[in-house]
């Protein structure tokens, strides 16, 4: 079933009845296609026949490590690892410990050589836990040749031999280079926006970077150029805790850019007269304080095209905005989100014939009444 949808009805995120859950679970128990080992279940379950099963998944926080010795065969192709504390994640440290005869370094880390490079035929690789990272980057993954699905959470940098996995698609946590297959990425540092790391991953697709605030000193005046990333259709830019307001002028994206989100850049109203340029910008959100300032005037010059979805979201000492029907011709629907201080939506959006919804949550009564008027001119229209 459908969870969430994009403003066009096209389906964002999946869920799944409880009840169909379960009965695909035994699905895959039956027909070997998935094994899990889950929190309910008193002993482990392994499958006999375990070369026939492929995929695993870990949904616990105990093992029996004496039953699951020899529980992953070499050609498992895909791997999930669940959990939600470093509590819960550590038995599964201490049973691949045991499963391995690995000797431990402390408590809370342990070393996984042996059970990365086991895995010869591996596709899928999820470690979904955010707190029990690695210190670093385990290099055996890099040897993972048929890998296409990696999310391993990690301190420091991304080793240079990440490019030898030539199949990769999706990376989730830190940068890459050298994967021309690469299209997804998230959790790419700012400091690794570079050309020549760009030109390594030209077929990337949805990319999302972080601004990190202890590294800020290396970011002063240099320019972030995206164009050679003619494929890039999804960006997300976060910025955290940054003394100093983030110029969305320092950014080059590419133009073939349909959604962009940004969080927390603090630049000015002024500055987003550079986010109009790009000719197929379709959906642009802007959350907490993205924007820095009380007013919002455009110029005639400033044409959102191809815009059909503009989200403002908790933009702090925002009460003014002027602009015209003629600044987004294509407009569909519109989302303010806990804009308090906005008194008034422009009058002249009652213009914009392919205006279809006015959303607002936690903002002020007149913003709101605005919205009426608006909604009443395109019925009187």
């Given at each position: 079933?459908a969870?969430?949808r ?5 389906i964002?995120?999946?869920g ?5 859950r ?5 699905e ?14 008193p ?8 070369h ?15 039953a699951?010795?020899k529980?992953l ?6 791997i999930?690892?669940f959990?939600?504390s ?6 599964f ?21 042996d ?6 035929l591996?596709?899928?690789?999820a470690i ?5 990272r690695f210190?670093?980057f ?8 048929h890998?296409r699905?990696?999310?391993v ?12 996995l ?11 280079k ?18 020549e ?11 999302v ?25 999804t ?5 955290y805790?940054?003394p100093k307001p983030i110029?969305i ?17 603090r ?7 550079t ?6 910008l379709?959906?642009l ?6 924007v820095k300032?009380g007013?919002?005037r455009?110029s005639d010059e400033?044409?959102f095209?191809?815009l ?9 000492f925002f009460?003014?905005?002027e ?13 303010l989100n ?6 008034q ?15 607002l949550?936690?903002?002020n009564t007149t913003?709101?009444?605005s919205?009426r008027?608006?909604k009443?001119?395109?019925q009187?229209?």
């Amino acid at each position: 079933m459908a969870i969430k949808r994009r403003f066009n009805g096209e389906i964002r995120t999946c869920g799944m009845h409880d009840l169909l859950r379960e009965f695909c679970l035994i699905e895959a128990k039956m027909t070997k296609f998935m094994h899990m080992e889950r929190d309910e279940l008193p002993v482990p379950t392994l499958p006999k026949e375990k070369h026939i099963v492929r995929r695993f998944s870990f949904q616990t926080e105990h093992h029996s490590v004496d039953a699951c010795r020899k529980l992953l065969p070499p050609v498992a192709r895909s791997i999930y690892v669940f959990s939600t504390s470093m509590e819960t994640f550590l038995p599964f440290y201490e049973f691949l410990d045991s499963l391995l005869g690995i000797a431990r370094i402390t408590r809370r880390h342990y070393i996984l050589r042996d059970f990365f490079s086991r895995f010869k035929l591996l596709r899928v690789l999820a470690i979904f836990n955010k707190v029990e990272r690695f210190r670093t980057f385990p290099l055996e993954i890099t040897k993972l040749f048929h890998l296409r699905y990696l999310q391993v959470f990690f301190s420091g940098d991304i080793p240079e031999s990440i490019s030898e996995l030539q199949n990769l698609q999706t990376l989730i946590n830190h940068g890459g280079k050298g994967m021309p297959n690469l299209e997804e990425l998230s959790g790419l540092c700012s400091l690794s926006c570079t050309t020549e790391v760009f030109s390594r991953i030209p077929n990337l697709k949805r990319l999302v970077v972080y601004e990190i605030s202890s590294r800020r000193e290396g970011m002063a005046n240099r320019l972030i150029d995206m164009s050679n990333l003619t494929k890039l259709v999804t960006l997300k830019c976060w910025e955290y805790d940054v003394p100093k307001p983030i110029s969305i002028k320092m950014f080059v994206f590419p133009t073939s850019l349909k959604r962009l989100t940004l969080y927390e850049f603090r630049f000015p109203w002024k500055d987003i007269s550079t986010l109009a340029m790009l000719p197929n910008l379709e959906e642009l959100k802007l959350k907490y304080n993205a924007v820095k300032g009380g007013v919002w005037r455009l110029s005639d010059e400033d044409k959102f095209e191809s815009l059909k979805l503009l989200l403002i979201a908790t933009t702090t000492f925002f009460h003014h905005w002027e602009a015209s029907s003629d600044n987004f011709p294509n407009l569909k629907r519109l989302v303010l989100n806990n804009c308090h201080c906005l008194k008034q939506i422009p009058t002249d959006f009652g213009e914009i014939c392919s205006l279809e919804s006015i959303e607002l949550h936690y903002c002020n009564t007149t913003a709101e009444d605005s919205a009426r008027k608006i909604k009443q001119e395109q019925q009187d229209m």
